[in-house]
């Protein structure tokens, strides 16, 4: 639960999570809570996008039409580039993944919006997603024989036991460290807010300018890291999807 501070709101307030709706099974809670409404609102949001962008196709785009075929293009050529051609069957889900992140880090930036990308239970439920997935179509694709991904390739043998403990440990911290990565920028960027916004409200009109310049800065640096965060999420998993694919 978040704490109030002294003379003021604690700036973790706004990641805590409440229910809307109250359901229960039994003694497990599944609620639909203000995390899961901004879940909604990303794939709605998306879905509204490419169904607007899609209907009235025309040979020279408008603004929305050339929006939605600029992130297909930039998704498709990253999932080309770092899975080759037979990466390209898993572009669906890339893409998807892209754009449910993206709506999520920008959403929260919204006034009264929730961040649940900044939520390390959610960020790390997909990575986890992520790294089975990978790790089932690298053993369906090669069986056993997937196993060598963890040995460097032309190192000589004494080399190679030593290595593949670390290949391996390196292997099983991959849902951790794309986790972490996701979470920890969304709420340290988010949290900076919420100070130098607390700034504005006690220095008054015009001691508070300097910290509102500051505000309006460091929002479209969050705005810039949010759009990069979804790349750097996608761009991991098409270089998990890679080692999977191809193994080394």
Not at 18 to 26: A, N, Q, T
Not at 71 to 84: H, I, P, Q
Not at 141 to 157: D, E, I, N, Q, T
Not at 193 to 198: I, R, S
Request: charged residues 10%; aromatic residues 14%.
């Amino acid at each position: 639960m978040a704490e109030h501070a002294e003379g003021g709101h604690s700036p973790m307030e706004q990641f805590q999570i409440e229910p809307l709706v109250s359901l229960h099974i039994g003694n497990t809670d599944i609620s639909y809570t203000n995390s899961a409404l901004f879940m909604t609102f990303a794939v709605v949001l998306t879905a509204v996008l490419f169904w607007a962008a899609t209907r009235h196709r025309t040979m020279v785009p408008g603004r929305l039409q050339a929006t939605a075929e600029m992130l297909y293009e930039f998704v498709a050529g990253m999932v080309k580039d770092n899975t080759g051609l037979e990466g390209m069957r898993y572009f669906p889900f890339v893409f998807t993944l892209f754009m449910f992140i993206l709506f999520g880090n920008i959403l929260g930036l919204m006034p009264y919006g929730f961040t649940f990308t900044s939520h390390i239970i959610v960020t790390a439920a997909m990575a986890v997603f992520i790294f089975l997935g990978v790790t089932f179509i690298g053993f369906w694709r090669h069986g056993l024989h997937f196993f060598s991904l963890f040995v460097p390739p032309g190192a000589p043998l004494g080399i190679a036991i030593i290595l593949a403990p670390l290949e391996l440990f390196s292997y099983l911290i991959r849902p951790l460290s794309m986790s972490l990565r996701l979470f920890a920028n969304m709420l340290a960027g988010h949290v900076l807010l919420k100070v130098l916004a607390g700034f504005i409200i006690s220095l008054g009109v015009i001691f508070g300018l300097v910290p509102f310049m500051a505000v309006f800065a460091v929002t479209l640096l969050e705005i810039m890291v949010a759009v990069i965060q979804a790349y750097v999420f996608a761009l991991l998993t098409c270089l998990y999807l890679n080692d999977a694919i191809h193994l080394h």
